[in-house]
Every structure is written in structure tokens, then in C-alpha cells.
């Protein structure tokens, strides 16, 4: 018994963690499920009372049919790093965040039968409001833009396979319009 709380003890004292401090939160943006179902999550880590850390992933791997050959889908994967400055604190209020981010993406069928596919890497800047429901649950509100290098090819149709472009392009684009579910531990 006394072994395990001076282990405790020490472990608390060497990683800064308090008993009664919420350190962790795992959030879903529930907008991105609109986007023909990208699956999302992004956990965050509480390094002092105004700064923390974000590790982020977002999945979609669907591919719908309109006919026998008609297809659309916003196939991606995605990944990004990043820190918050929250101005009163952490898990509460104003936050300002910056991240790096990385992109796998596949899109078209939806306005038109053009098709693009590609890499995308850059950074973003986005701003957000985190409203607090009770002690471990909040909904936060937040949109942002990122801009970087995008590696990519254009085809004609999404299954003819025929390419009409390709290269390297700089890019601009909105990015993490959010209403999300956040629990915090």
C-alpha cells in the first residue's frame, strides 16, 4: 500500500499531473459526419492553464453510387498537430489554435463528373468558443482556414481514369467549421 502511493506520488511529481485536474479531452466534430460521413477524433493534452495540445485524425472511405456508372465520394485521410492559447482557461471560453496538417485526398462526382486526387500539406489557423455542459462534457464551436502545397492529378470522369492535369499547386481553403462533443478526463 505505501509502496504504490510514494510510486503515485512520484509519478505525479515528475509529470506535473494534479489528482484533481482535468489534463485530457477527446472531441468528435460532428459537422464533418455531414460530409458524407467522415469519421473523426481529436484528442488534446492540458500542458499548463492557458496552453494545450492537439492531436487530430479524420477518415472517410466512402464511395456512393447515383447509377450503374455514376459515382461521388470525398474520400480522404487526414492528420494534424497543433496547440491552443486559451485566454481565461483550458477546456473553457476563447481558444486560438495553429496546426500542421497532412491530407490524402480523393473528391468528385458532386457538382460535376471532374475528379480530383492528391496530397495536400500545410498549416491553419482557426478560432473557437468551448461552452462547458458540466465537469466533463462540452460542446465547443470553431472554424478555420489552412493553406499549403497541394500534389495533385485531375481526371475527367471518376472511373475512365483519363487525366486531364496534374502537378503542384499552392492552396487556400476553409477548413474545421465545428460543433463539437468534447469529454474531458
Known sequence: MRRGLLISAIVMALTGFSANAQRF???TNLLDYACLGTMNVEGAYSVSRRWSLTLGAEYNP????????DQFQIRQQSYNVGARLWPWHTWSGWWFAGKIRYQEYNAGGLLSEITD???RA???LYVGYTYMLGPHFNVEFG???WGGLDWFN???CQVCGLTMESGRRWFVLPDDIMIALVYVF
Open 25 to 27: 479531452s477527446l472531441s
Open 117 to 119: 486526387e492528391g496530397d
Open 62 to 69: 466512402f464511395t456512393f453510387r447515383k447509377g450503374s456508372s
Open 154 to 156: 485531375r481526371y475527367s
Open 143 to 145: 472554424l478555420g482556414a
Open 122 to 124: 500545410g498549416a491553419g
